[in-house]
């Protein structure tokens, strides 16, 4: 889409429904409300009465030079006339761009969520603690029987900072 397709034609109703983030929707519900202050604004100007009667201030006027002088300078005005390509060129680039990021940042979260389903599926079916076996973790977590013989030939028979956490269950 060109800039210039963008600036004739604004679906309000079609950004609405995008689902939008609050603040987003704030923002753009204050564009909106400046865009229709200043179209109201710019279409009152263009119903005003734009020519100037020279012919009235020549007769309202004592000092006719004044008149010629300003009718001359009104004639003579030309607005300057600038070159929007350039700038086109660049919004038309950042559009691509922004609509690359956010087909990357959408396929991101794609897996993401894909990601999110798997381990929520996986803690759903998962078994309740108290079916484990030593073989299940095992299974799961095999460097555990290493550090546990580990643990023994050095005399180690507490696990470090069970006692602060579960605190200790001895009756001795």
Do not use: C
């Amino acid at each position: 889409m060109s800039a210039r397709a963008a600036v004739t034609h604004i679906d309000w109703s079609k950004l609405a429904s995008l689902g939008l983030k609050k603040d987003t929707q704030a923002a753009l519900t204050s564009f909106r409300k400046r865009y229709d202050e200043l179209k109201r604004n710019v279409d009152a100007l263009k119903e005003q009465k734009t020519d100037i009667d020279f012919a009235h201030y020549r007769s309202v006027l004592k000092n006719k030079s004044v008149v010629e002088q300003a009718e001359k300078a009104f004639s003579g005005f030309s607005p300057v006339k600038y070159n929007l390509a350039a700038q086109l060129k660049v919004i038309d680039a950042f559009e691509v761009k922004a609509v690359e990021k956010a087909k990357s940042t959408a396929a991101q979260l794609d897996a993401e969520v894909a990601d999110l389903k798997e381990t929520l599926s996986n803690i759903e079916t998962a078994r309740p603690i108290e079916d484990l076996t030593v073989d299940d973790v095992i299974k799961a977590k095999p460097e555990i029987p290493a550090v546990v013989e580990d643990m023994i030939k050095k005399g180690n028979w507490t696990v470090p900072g069970y006692n602060e956490k579960f605190g200790n269950l001895s009756v001795l």
